[in-house]
Nanobody, 129 residues
């Protein structure tokens, strides 16, 4: 099981940008799904983006399409989330997650929820209007 450590959260104005990083420690496999979830106060945790390592296939929640980009540095084994045009409704605790999946669709079909995988400790993103 991999270990995850996020960084890069902070406070920005409406329309600003942030880049989150997630250092992945441990062996990574082609059938790993990695991504970011977020949880705002009083709301359920929701999937934001996901990346299937073997093919690079991705999933983006409708609320972030065109504004957020997930990427990975294979050498440094680090996952990134570039967030542009941030809105106050993006304010949440952001969590990096990783889990082994059976199929690409399990990762990028929109319903991925790590079951026995790993979670980071979270990093706070606050967007003010």
């Amino acid at each position: 099981q991999v270990q995850l450590m996020e960084s890069g959260g902070g406070s920005v104005q409406d329309g600003g940008s942030l880049r989150l990083s997630c250092v992945v420690s441990g062996d990574t496999y082609s059938n790993h799904c990695m991504g970011w979830f977020r949880q705002a106060p009083g709301k359920e945790r929701e999937g934001v983006v996901a990346l299937y390592i073997g093919t690079g296939s991705t999933y983006y929640a409708d609320s972030v399409k065109g504004r957020f980009t997930i990427s990975r540095d294979n050498i440094k084994n680090t996952l990134f989330l570039q967030m542009n045009s941030l809105k106050p409704e993006d304010t949440a605790m952001y969590y990096c997650a990783a889990d082994l999946v059976r199929t690409i669709f399990d990762c990028t079909g929109g319903g991925w929820r790590p079951t026995s995988g790993s979670w980071g400790q979270g990093t706070q993103v606050t967007v003010s209007s």
